[in-house]
């Protein structure tokens, strides 16, 4: 079974940094496109950024220059390098592993950024 487990979030103030970890565990996720999303209350989950399995990356205009996406298969971990926080990047970020049209999520890691 495929678990993703999350962590790193927490509260940061502005300007601020945070790296955030996603853990696989089930099976091994070399070719697997991954991502990391964020979702706030009241809003639909959106994608942060993406990583295929050739580390093809891809990210949302707003976290380009500032957020980066790195995968690690020999510890079949993804992160999220993310600096220069800003309060609109509060939200709880969950990592993705698509794999033969199945996603599985984690449970998600609130990062909450202060003014």
């Known amino acids: 079974q495929v678990q993703l487990v999350e962590s790193g979030g927490g509260l940061v103030q502005a300007g601020g940094s945070l790296r955030l970890s996603c853990v696989v565990s089930?099976?091994?996720?070399?070719?697997?496109?991954m991502g990391w999303y964020r979702q706030v209350p009241g809003k639909q989950r959106e994608l942060v950024a993406s990583i295929s399995g050739s580390d093809t990356t891809v990210y949302a205009d707003s976290v380009k220059g500032r957020f980066t996406i790195s995968r690690d298969n020999a510890k079949n971990t993804m992160s999220l390098q993310m600096n220069s926080l800003k309060p609109e990047d509060t939200a709880t970020y969950y990592c993705l592993l698509s794999d033969h049209g199945i996603n599985y999520w984690g449970e998600g890691t609130l990062v909450t950024v202060s003014t």
């Open positions: 089930g099976r091994t996720f070399n070719i697997n496109p």
